[in-house]
């Protein structure tokens, strides 16, 4: 059964060169409806870590958390492409171009899948490149000088980025060897774990610290985040979505193997780094996000104030812990959400700039709502799932520095603030409008008289089926989740359960 | 010990490669340097397989040589010919400069190399400063060209250290994860070359 969670992606990605796009469509859907309840059914079934297909993949709890979090959003989004594909097509563009869509966008998820499962640390780093070099194509979909631009810096900072994560996994190695020789056995993360304080301590030290900054880049830490609001934005809005929701977990699991490893060989410095380099990105992007003018840019900068978020969690441990593993999973719902119905609005409208949008209360109804409501669950207000992570986590950062929380909770006040105003001017009208008198005679924004039907119903009513999701998780929470949650956290404490 | 002066040889020329590469603008120049460099980590591989008897390290040598020697340059020619970019290229800070810094980042690395080999490195403690010191010089080259084929490079060389650091403090990466990191490695090529065919075409870059 764990085998069918890879071999499902594959099969849709080779079926992807052959069938039709509006076939492919169908296909796809069955596919990731398939891989939803595979994963379902794995996860209720779930009580200690299982290896598979040879010892070089297993599914331990953190794992399962993310690719519970990779198959929901997917599900999500593979009916949203439907949607979208009908709709670009409808209004112009080819049918050859969206082949090229479904085969990157199958290709992604199949090595995120074989990146997140993997036990071998090479073969997590193979996924991880082979991610960002099928996204690469995926980010300059449209063909504009912007995305390619955006797609370069991409390729090449996160190129970088991992490359330096190779080092790690190379020091990392030379560590290991010395306990059970070099074979492909000193790769696999289970049995570094098992080997624990046998490990040299000094350069297990620098293997995390190479890590957090080469995979850092990845997910989008401050300093080395410059790619990731041009990445983020220029993509096709599906694709925009599965790469702020899952991508950024993905490498973040990378940081967090090497956390493990450092736990479980005594080692408890690494929190501090995790805690600083979250800290910093937090101050970034509240610092930043003040001054967009692109809405898509926006919401890439609060992806990545949330990565700063989870990764302050991780740092300060204890019930934080839950939180940010609660937080993984609920972000991505959320900013699944914002990023797919900003690209209704993008679709239908063509215009990426916020003050070139007003009055989207009148024509949008059901998108306008999602966008006003999206935004104020991203940035944590209850009634949406993601005010329990962050509550969480703040308690955790309030018990342990008083004055680290009130930081925190000062910069997450002005993300909100300025998320909120300049949402909230799209919704409404202004005055330039409404001073002429005329309609829309003297106005400056772009959809004179575009409303919801150019859109598929598909693409209007998914992102609201994930907010009405995102309202429920904060009031009921299936046990067996909460149980893998609470595992997931008691594995940070540096001892895997194994049988 | 001539087999271990001999390796050395190799070492040093890869260091020598990189440091020409600093000091000539010119991009074809830079990518034959590149070729030769890899041709020079394939040989220390060769060396240490022959020296330590294993299988891992002779196929090691074989990927090395297809994929770093001959089809990745062979790639950034065609791109290079496609794009028909200036051979000569602008850059931040002026060439003696850049060769200057060049050398003082390689004594910076033996720096830090000295407080790493101190905690047990047994053997190959020499190679590994010379990659610390390809690795630096390598990340120069992306940050002070402004042109993108010297990002590729940079890029490329970076990678080399990597592989270079891999092969001096243990016998090798295994086979599989060498395979697998080298052919993505040619793949982000492929890619990064449509990118700079596209990005030529839009505006002149």
Same mark, same amino acid.
């Given at each position: 059964m764990y085998e069918l969670v890879l071999a499902l992606p594959a099969i849709a990605l080779i079926v992807s060169v052959f069938a039709d796009v509006l076939l492919m469509s169908y296909l796809q859907l069955g596919i990731s409806i398939l891989v939803f309840s595979i994963v379902i059914a794995i996860a209720m079934s779930f009580n200690s870590i299982t290896v598979f297909l040879g010892g070089f993949f297993f599914v331990d709890y953190i794992n399962l958390v993310i690719l519970i979090t990779v198959s929901t959003l997917e599900l999500f989004v593979a009916f949203y492409s439907f949607g979208y594909v009908?709709?670009? &097509?409808?209004?112009?563009?080819?049918?050859?171009?969206?082949?090229?869509?479904?085969?990157?966008?199958?290709?992604? &998820?199949?090595?995120?899948?074989?990146?997140?499962?993997?036990?071998?640390?090479?073969?997590?780093? #193979?996924?991880?490149?082979?991610?960002?070099?099928? #996204?690469?194509?995926?980010?300059?979909f449209n063909r504009t000088k912007e995305s390619f631009e955006a797609t370069w810096k991409y390729v090449i900072m996160c190129s970088v980025g991992i490359a330096i994560g190779l080092f790690a996994i190379v020091i990392l190695y030379f560590t290991t060897s010395q306990v059970y020789g070099e074979s492909l056995q000193s790769l696999s993360f289970i049995n570094i774990m098992q080997a624990g304080a046998k490990l040299d301590k000094n350069f297990l030290m620098l293997a995390f610290l190479l890590a957090l900054v080469g995979f850092g880049t990845k997910v989008g830490f401050a300093p080395m985040h410059n790619w990731l609001p041009d990445a983020h934005s220029q993509g096709p809005s599906p694709v925009s979505a599965l790469l702020s929701g899952v991508l950024l977990n993905t490498a973040l699991l990378g940081i967090l193997r090497f956390y493990q490893i450092n736990g479980a060989s005594g080692i408890y410095y690494p929190r501090y780094f995790l805690i600083g380099f979250g800290f910093f990105t937090i101050l970034v992007s509240a610092f930043s996000v003040i001054k967009q003018t692109d809405y898509k840019r926006l919401f890439a900068f609060s992806s990545m104030e949330n990565m700063g978020i989870i990764a302050l969690g991780f740092g300060i441990g204890g019930i934080a812990v839950i939180g940010s593993l609660l937080q993984i999973f609920f972000h991505a719902l959320n900013k699944g959400l914002l990023f797919l119905s900003s690209g209704n609005v993008l679709a239908a409208t063509h215009e990426r700039r916020i003050d070139k949008i007003r009055n989207l209360s009148k024509n949008f109804p059901v998108t306008a709502l999602v966008l006003l409501f999206g935004v104020m669950g991203i940035?944590?207000? /209850? /009634?949406?799932?993601?005010?329990?992570?962050?509550?969480?986590?703040? #308690?955790?950062?309030?018990?342990?520095? &008083?004055?680290?929380?009130f930081l925190v909770f000062i910069l997450l006040v002005f993300i909100f603030i300025g998320l909120f105003v300049k949402i909230l001017k799209m919704y409404t009208g202004n005055t330039e409008n409404e001073e002429a008198g005329d309609e829309f005679k003297n106005s400056k924004t772009a959809h004179k008289g575009v409303d919801e039907s150019v859109i598929h119903p598909f693409m209007v009513y998914v992102p609201l089926i994930l907010l009405l999701l995102s309202s429920l998780l904060l009031f009921y929470i299936p046990s067996p989740f909460l149980n893998i949650v609470q595992s997931a956290s008691a594995e940070f404490g540096g001892r895997i359960i194994f049988k | 010990m001539l087999m271990g002066k001999i390796a050395e %040889?190799?070492?040093? %020329?890869? %260091? $020598?490669? $990189?440091? %020409?590469? $600093?000091?000539?603008? @010119?991009?074809? @120049?830079a990518i034959k340097l590149y070729s030769f460099q890899s041709l020079m980590l394939a040989f220390y591989i060769l060396m240490g397989a022959v020296h330590f008897n294993s299988i891992n390290l002779y196929g090691s040598f074989i990927i090395t040589i297809i994929f770093k020697v001959i089809l990745i340059p062979y790639f950034l020619f065609k791109t290079l010919k496609k794009v028909k970019m200036d051979k000569e290229i602008d850059m931040f800070i002026g060439i003696p400069e850049a060769v200057v810094f060049a050398g003082s980042l390689t004594l910076l690395s033996n720096l830090i190399a000295q407080k790493i080999i101190k905690t047990g490195i047994t053997f190959g403690s020499f190679v590994f400063t010379i990659s610390l010191a390809t690795f630096l010089i390598g990340a120069m080259l992306m940050i002070t060209r402004k042109t993108l084929f010297s990002q590729i490079i940079g890029f490329l060389t970076i990678d080399n250290a990597i592989f270079l650091a891999a092969n001096s403090i243990t016998h090798g990466m295994p086979l599989l994860v060498e395979l697998g990191v080298l052919f993505d490695l040619f793949v982000s090529i492929l890619i990064l070359s449509i990118l700079i065919l596209n990005l030529r075409r839009n505006i002149a870059v």
């Open positions: 009908r709709t670009e &097509i409808a209004g112009g563009v080819s049918k050859r171009k969206f082949k090229f869509y479904y085969f990157w966008k199958n290709l992604f &998820i199949f090595s995120m899948m074989v990146s997140i499962l993997s036990n071998n640390l090479g073969i997590y780093w #193979t996924g991880l490149e082979a991610t960002t070099l099928a #996204t690469a194509l995926l980010v300059s940035s944590g207000m /209850p /009634p949406f799932a993601m005010f329990l992570g962050e509550i969480y986590i703040m #308690t955790g950062v309030f018990r342990s520095n &008083i004055l680290l929380g | %040889l190799f070492i040093i %020329l890869i %260091l $020598v490669s $990189v440091v %020409l590469n $600093v000091s000539s603008p @010119f991009i074809k @120049f």
